[in-house]
């Protein structure tokens, strides 16, 4: 049974340029979670959705950042303009039922803005 | 969701026991507590949860004391590949979408 699987793993951009970052989760969950890791700090939330549900964005930027997840193929992490400080370690993460379960973490992609 | 507070480091023997304490004084009825791990930028490692007994897996046991205001995580044999940063986390299954990650704990097993 495959787990939470990102890609890229490793993404670099040009400052202003747009990153698209897929989050596929585990067999039989809907719930997916995006949650980003600024070098040597812990991870913040962004997002929670459902399939063709944004249930929580409260923790997205207002600007430049977008989520979906469709009903057919992965969760879509997108930021358009990308500048220095988006540079981190974008983590999402499954679970089965929904936020009162216990979410499972992919290996992340990481962001190199230049 | 409660606060937890957890030492920033912590030094354990390879092949003794870990004891990774968190406090979480303003837990209230509803909270459980999490512990996750994150070996070395990876994403992070669900190892065990619990609200209020203790609680025992494959890899880890959980101790919440009486009052529920604070937990000890136990590896009960550490190995090298348990160098991690370890994250405590309460939250409401009632209400909470999100874990909160502190800083954690990074835990170095030394040989």
């Known amino acids: 049974n495959a787990g939470v699987m990102q890609n890229p793993r490793h993404l670099v951009r040009r400052r202003g340029q747009e990153a698209r970052l897929r989050c596929s989760p585990m067999?039989?969950?809907?719930?997916v979670y995006w949650y980003r890791q600024l070098p040597e700090e812990g991870l913040k939330f962004m997002v929670y959705l459902q399939k063709e549900n944004i249930i929580d964005e409260s923790g997205m930027p207002k600007e430049r950042f977008s989520a979906e997840f469709p009903k057919e193929g992965p969760s879509i992490l997108r930021i358009q303009q990308v500048v220095r400080g988006d540079s981190a370690a974008y983590f999402c993460?499954?679970?089965?039922?929904?936020?009162?379960?216990?979410?499972?973490f992919g290996p992340g992609t990481r962001l190199t803005v230049l | 969701d409660a606060k937890t507070t957890q030492p920033p480091s912590m030094d354990c023997a390879e092949g003794r026991a870990a004891n990774l304490p968190c406090n979480h004084s303003?837990?209230?009825?509803?909270?459980?507590v999490y512990w996750y791990r994150q070996i070395h930028s990876q994403g992070p490692q669900y190892i065990i949860h619990?609200?209020?007994n203790n609680e025992t897996n494959e890899m880890a046991s959980l101790i919440i004391t009486e009052d529920r205001k604070s937990s000890t995580l136990i590896l009960p044999h550490a190995t090298l590949r348990d160098t991690a940063v370890y994250y405590c986390i309460v939250r409401d299954s009632n209400t909470g979408n999100q874990f909160y990650f502190g800083t954690g704990t990074s835990l170095t097993v030394i040989p």
């Open positions: 993460a499954s679970s089965p039922v929904g936020w009162a379960d216990t979410q499972y």
């Open positions: 619990g609200l209020k």
């Open positions: 067999k039989g969950h809907s719930h």
């Open positions: 303003t837990i209230s009825g509803n909270e459980y």
